[in-house]
C-alpha cells in the first residue's frame, strides 16, 4: 500500500514536521500550507522525494469552499502519482499506531469516510439552502428583505450588492440528499478515482456546493454515499467534542482515558514543545515495539474526573437515493 497523508496546514507547521521526520519512510506527505499564513522554515527546508509542498496556495477561509479546494488539490496529486490510499488530516493531527498496525487497519477498513443523511427540516439543511459570501459567511436568500436588525453591520451600498448577487440564478441541487459528516477522511484508490471522475464530468457539482456553507463537511461526504452507496466505519479521526467551551477539545497534557485507539488518528494536538517532545517519544516507542498504543503523557490534555464517556460510534448507513 502506497500511502499518501494529505495534508492541510496553518499554525500547526512544527508538529507536522515532526511527524513528517518519523512517518517519511512509509508515507508521501502532500501538504497545502494556508496562503493567509507563512510557510514556516521547518516545512520549506525540508528535502525529501516523499514531500511535496503543493505550489498553489488557496485562502482558507472557515466554512468556505477553499478548505475543499485545497483537498481537491491534494487528491488529484496523489492519485496522479500513483498512491493506493489517501487520508485527509490537519497539521495538528497525529497517527495513533505504529506503521504496521496503521496501515493493517487501513486496509482492514478500506474507506473511512464519516457522514449521515440530512433531515430536509432541520437547522443543517440551510447550508445547503443558503449561499455562502467570503468574508459574510452562509447567508440567508431573503437577508435584504428581512428587518434592518437582521442587516446590521452592513453599510446600505453592501446590502444592494448583496441583493443582486441573491437574485442571481443558484446552481441547481445535485442531489436530492445531502449527507454531513467529519471533514477528514481515508479512501482507497478506487473510491477515490470514482470522487475524482464525478468532479471531472460533472463540473455543476462542484458550482454547487462551492456556495453552500461548510462545505469540507458535506462534499466529500455527499459524494460518497451517493456516487459509490457504501457504508463506512467513522474510525478515521478521533476528536472530542463533549466540551462546548472546545470545539474540538485541545490535548496538550498528560494521557487522556478518552483518546480512542479504534480510530487511525487524533486532532487536536496543541502544538508546543512539550506536546513535540512527547510526540517525538511516542513515535520512537512504537517504531520500536511496532504495536499500537494511546499517546504518552504531555502530548494530550486530560479532561479531569467526571468527563462523560465515549458515545456509541455508528455506522454510516448506505446512501438514500
Given at each position: 500500500?502506497?500511502?499518501?497523508?494529505?495534508?492541510?496546514?496553518?499554525?500547526?507547521?512544527?508538529?507536522?514536521?515532526?511527524?513528517?521526520?518519523?512517518?517519511?519512510?512509509?508515507?508521501?506527505?502532500?501538504?497545502?500550507?494556508?496562503?493567509?499564513?507563512?510557510?514556516?522554515?521547518?516545512?520549506?527546508?525540508?528535502?525529501?522525494?516523499?514531500?511535496?509542498?503543493?505550489?498553489?496556495?488557496?485562502?482558507?477561509?472557515?466554512?468556505?469552499?477553499?478548505?475543499?479546494?485545497?483537498?481537491?488539490?491534494?487528491?488529484?496529486?496523489?492519485?496522479?502519482?500513483?498512491?493506493?490510499?489517501?487520508?485527509?488530516?490537519?497539521?495538528?493531527?497525529?497517527?495513533?499506531?505504529?506503521?504496521?498496525?496503521?496501515?493493517?487497519?487501513?486496509?482492514?477498513?478500506?474507506?473511512?469516510?464519516?457522514?449521515?443523511?440530512?433531515?430536509?427540516?432541520?437547522?443543517?439543511?440551510?447550508?445547503?439552502?443558503?449561499?455562502?459570501?467570503?468574508?459574510?459567511?452562509?447567508?440567508?436568500?431573503?437577508?435584504?428583505?428581512?428587518?434592518?436588525?437582521?442587516?446590521?453591520?452592513?453599510?446600505?451600498?453592501?446590502?444592494?450588492?448583496?441583493?443582486?448577487?441573491?437574485?442571481?440564478?443558484?446552481?441547481?441541487?445535485?442531489?436530492?440528499?445531502?449527507?454531513?459528516?467529519?471533514?477528514?477522511?481515508?479512501?482507497?484508490?478506487?473510491?477515490?478515482?470514482?470522487?475524482?471522475a464525478v468532479v471531472r464530468e460533472r463540473p455543476e457539482t462542484l458550482r454547487f456546493f462551492s456556495g453552500c456553507a461548510n462545505p469540507d463537511e458535506s462534499f466529500f461526504q455527499t459524494l460518497y454515499f451517493q456516487e459509490l452507496g457504501r457504508p463506512s466505519r467513522n474510525l478515521f479521526m478521533f476528536d472530542d467534542f463533549s466540551d462546548p467551551k472546545q470545539r474540538p477539545r485541545v490535548f496538550n497534557a498528560p494521557t487522556d482515558p478518552l483518546i480512542d485507539t479504534r480510530f487511525c488518528f487524533a486532532r487536536k494536538v496543541r502544538p508546543g514543545p512539550e506536546a513535540l517532545e512527547a510526540l517525538?517519544?511516542?513515535?520512537?516507542?512504537?517504531?520500536?515495539?511496532?504495536?499500537?498504543?494511546?499517546?504518552?503523557?504531555?502530548?494530550?490534555?486530560?479532561?479531569?474526573?467526571?468527563?462523560?464517556?465515549?458515545?456509541?460510534?455508528?455506522?454510516?448507513?448506505?446512501?438514500?437515493?
Open positions: 500500500m502506497r500511502l499518501a497523508l494529505l495534508t492541510l496546514s496553518a499554525f500547526a507547521q512544527d508538529h507536522l514536521a515532526l511527524v513528517f521526520q518519523h512517518w517519511q519512510r512509509q508515507a508521501s506527505f502532500y501538504v497545502h500550507v494556508d496562503a493567509k499564513v507563512p510557510v514556516s522554515p521547518a516545512l520549506a527546508d525540508i528535502q525529501s522525494p516523499h514531500w511535496r509542498l503543493m505550489a498553489h496556495r488557496h485562502r482558507v477561509h472557515w466554512g468556505a469552499w477553499s478548505m475543499v479546494a485545497a483537498a481537491l488539490d491534494m487528491l488529484e496529486a496523489a492519485y496522479a502519482d500513483g498512491h493506493d490510499y489517501f487520508a485527509l488530516i490537519s497539521d495538528d493531527s497525529a497517527p495513533l499506531h505504529a506503521e504496521p498496525v496503521l496501515r493493517q487497519r487501513l486496509a482492514r477498513h478500506g474507506d473511512l469516510m464519516a457522514g449521515a443523511p440530512v433531515d430536509p427540516q432541520s437547522h443543517l439543511a440551510n447550508r445547503f439552502q443558503y449561499r455562502y459570501f467570503l468574508d459574510v459567511g452562509p447567508l440567508n436568500p431573503r437577508f435584504a428583505e428581512r428587518p434592518p436588525m437582521y442587516r446590521w453591520g452592513f453599510t446600505p451600498e453592501e446590502v444592494e450588492q448583496l441583493r443582486a448577487a441573491l437574485a442571481q440564478p443558484q446552481p441547481t441541487a445535485p442531489y436530492g440528499t445531502f449527507h454531513k459528516g467529519k471533514a477528514w477522511w481515508g479512501l482507497t484508490r478506487e473510491s477515490a478515482g470514482a470522487l475524482l517525538g517519544l511516542h513515535y520512537r516507542r512504537l517504531e520500536q515495539a511496532g504495536a499500537p498504543g494511546p499517546l504518552p503523557a504531555a502530548a494530550l490534555w486530560h479532561p479531569g474526573a467526571g468527563a462523560a464517556p465515549l458515545p456509541a460510534l455508528p455506522m454510516a448507513g448506505p446512501a438514500t437515493h
